[in-house]
Structures are given as C-alpha cells and as structure tokens.
C-alpha cells in the first residue's frame, strides 16, 4: 500500500484524479503504475514489462525508479510492505 508521497501534484491524483500537478499526457501510464504499487508489498512487485524497475545508486541507495515516459519516472521506496516517499520527476 502506499503510506506517503514526495510530489504534492501525483498525491492528489492518486487519491482525486486531479491532473493538475502532473502532465495530462502521463495520466493514463501513472494510473496502472500507482494501482500496482497500491498493490505491491515488494519493489519486485513493480518488474512488469514497460516499467524498467531499477534501484538507483549513491545517496539514493533503497530508492526503486520505474519508466513513465521519455525521461520521466515515478521513484519510490519501500518500509516493510508499503510504499513510501513515491515521487514523480524527469531525469537528465
């Protein structure tokens, strides 16, 4: 399940469908993204094809990173079962 979110915009369309804080064209990719890790309670839970599932390294060591669009990705966390500090930012 998903406890927090970092990025106030994917926040309030997660829980409104408010596609004011995210771009409109990504709406559709981030809603199967978002209810799957709803569901997931492991990051190997979001190696789907198309996600490109990855931990990131460095400073960001424990922080998973799926495709969404382009250079585009939604990063997330895990703390036991439930994902945390889910983000939504453009890479590069």
């Known amino acids: 399940m998903i406890r ?19 771009n409109p064209a990504h709406a559709d990719k981030l809603a199967t993204r978002l ?5 997931s309670v492991c990051p190997g839970d979001m ?3 198309g996600y490109r599932l990855h ?6 060591k424990g922080t998973f990173a799926i495709n969404v669009s382009g250079a585009w990705r939604m990063t ?5 079962d439930n994902a945390t500090d889910v983000d939504y930012c453009q890479y590069h």
């Open 4 to 22: 927090n979110f970092k990025h106030k915009g994917l926040r309030e369309f997660f829980n409104n469908g408010s596609i004011k804080g995210i």
């Open 35 to 39: 209810d799957r890790l709803n569901a």
């Open 47 to 49: 190696r789907l094809p």
């Open 55 to 60: 931990e990131l390294g460095g400073q960001e």
């Open 76 to 80: 997330f966390k895990f703390d036991a």
